[in-house]
């Protein structure tokens, strides 16, 4: 056995079980220290669990198989190649308890045009979709959001500004998140109206049930997608 300089005990030869420090420095285990006569018998350290009535300590037990840094097989609680602790948390292990992070993703739908031009729900004829626009990526950070077109004689703006498609109305609808991972869409009696992805429309003031990855379709070309970090 042999003692790392944080003073472990660990039977490994080149770094310490249980906080990793190298162990080139430090000197094997000797049953009485040297400063002290060979019949003076150092007394037992008094941990924690030794007490009566505590609880059995907690010690971690290292799995068989390989390092998930890289790919080392692994011996012992450290990786002999890169350091990596295995009982430490991957970086993109993200605990399914926490609090998804939402964003709304915004993109210009020539289908979504097209269908607009076809039932001629708008004036379209001098419309001209701005195809080459890229996605924009708009953080949903608010419990309730309105989506809307900002300018003119609005009173209050929009949290999400459409103001770039004329077929937004202003006040045209509002997104209130109701759990983790549900939002409720209320269309605010817009006047062309929202329709959900799989072309149903929605009903003025009648709240439906959105999900992660639920599109909606307004205006004369706008797509709006609710994503969570999972489906960036």
Do not use: K
């Not at 002290?36 to 068989?64: C, F, K, M, N, T």
């Not at 993109?107 to 039932?119: G, K, L, N, Q, S």
């Not at 003025?204 to 970090?229: I, K, M, N, Q, S």
């Amino acid at each position: 056995m042999r003692t790392c300089p944080a003073g472990h005990t660990t039977p490994a030869v080149d770094y310490c079980e249980v906080c990793g420090r190298e162990l080139t420095a430090a000197r094997p285990v000797s049953p009485v220290p040297w400063w002290r006569g060979g019949d003076v018998v150092p007394a037992a350290p008094v941990l924690p669990w030794s007490q009566p009535g505590s609880p059995d300590p907690i010690v971690p037990v290292v799995e068989p198989g390989r390092c998930p840094e890289c790919g080392t097989p692994r011996g012992g609680r450290f990786c002999e190649e890169c350091g990596r602790d295995s009982f430490a948390r991957a970086a993109d292990d993200v605990d399914s308890r926490a609090e998804p992070r939402w964003h709304a993703l915004i993109t210009v739908d020539p289908d979504w045009f097209e269908a607009v031009t076809a039932r001629e729900g708008l004036d379209v004829r001098s419309l001209v979709p701005p195809l080459d626009r890229p996605p924009r990526r708009v953080a949903l950070t608010s419990s309730e959001v309105l989506l809307g077109r900002g300018g003119g004689t609005a009173m209050i703006p929009p949290d999400v500004d459409l103001g770039d498609d004329p077929g937004v109305s202003q006040r045209h609808a509002r997104l209130t998140r109701t759990a983790a991972d549900r939002w409720e869409l209320v269309d605010l009696g817009s006047t062309n109206g929202t329709v959900l992805g799989d072309g149903e429309p929605v009903r003025a003031h009648t709240p439906r049930t959105l999900a992660d990855g639920a599109r909606l379709f307004l205006g004369a070309w706008t797509a709006v997608e609710l994503r969570t970090e999972r489906t960036r």
